[in-house]
């Protein structure tokens, strides 16, 4: 499987802080790169997702920015709230290629 | 959003029995699924591929005579998990696509005594 490489493997914040996530892909063939959320016992939860034909989305809270040259893009999530803690995992999808997953980070926000 | 469920959500059985999880897309037809194992605070294992109509392909390690895949409709991919072990014990979660999206179902837990 191509790789992505996700850091923090942990991240802890206090509430309304901005936690951020990043992660690096290899296979320029990607072209779709979603993030997923997923709490204790439940599947993960599509939680935003960009194409590398636009450098930022946001929706809400969540912000993905995107580094088509540098292979790199990142999660942000503003004013963070306690119900975020949770495990993130980014992806890398595009083609005919298996969907690869980062190693996911685990969020705390404290209240 | 595109909904994928699976049943059960969680089942205990005993060694030497065979599970059956079931994976359906509600409201897309998913020509691929993907079948995933998920350990305590660790990512996504891929254990194989399900096409609708076809073999699935297993990921190297995977023994494809003990998880048993059919993909027999285009909503709708089933797990076997044939003579139980403890050792099989654990997360498993299916995936769809619809077109780019890739959508989980909400996982079983699998406990085998």
């Known amino acids: 499987q191509q790789q992505v490489k996700q850091s923090p493997q942990s991240l802890i914040v206090q509430k309304g802080g901005i936690p951020i996530i990043n992660c690096a892909y290899e296979?320029?063939?990607?072209?779709?790169f979603p993030w997923y959320q997923q709490f204790p016992g439940k599947g993960p939860a599509l939680l935003i997702a960009?194409?590398?034909?636009?450098s930022e989305k946001k929706e809400g809270r969540f912000t993905i920015s995107f580094n088509k040259s540098a292979k790199q893009f990142s999660l942000h999530i503003m004013d963070s709230q306690p119900g975020d803690s949770a495990t993130y995992f980014c992806?890398?999808?595009?083609?005919?290629?298996?969907?690869?997953f980062g190693r996911g980070t685990s969020l705390i926000v404290h209240p | 959003g595109a909904v994928v469920s699976q049943h059960p959500s969680r089942v205990i059985c005993k060694s030497g029995t065979s599970v059956k999880i079931e994976c359906r897309s509600l409201d897309f037809q998913a020509t691929t699924m993907f079948w995933y194992r998920q350990f305590p605070k660790q990512s996504l294992m891929l254990m194989a591929t399900?096409?609708?109509?076809?073999?699935?392909?297993?990921e190297q390690g995977v023994e494809k005579d003990k998880f048993l895949i059919n993909h027999a409709s285009l909503t709708l991919s089933t797990l076997t998990v044939t003579s139980a072990h403890p050792e099989d014990s654990s997360f498993y979660i299916c995936?769809?696509?619809?077109?780019?999206?890739?959508?989980f179902g909400n996982g079983t837990r699998l406990t085998v005594t």
């Open positions: 960009i194409r590398p034909d636009v």
């Open positions: 296979n320029t063939a990607f072209d779709y």
């Open positions: 995936s769809a696509r619809d077109g780019s999206p890739l959508h």
């Open positions: 992806a890398a999808l595009g083609g005919s290629y298996i969907p690869t």
């Open positions: 399900s096409n609708e109509g076809s073999k699935a392909t297993y």
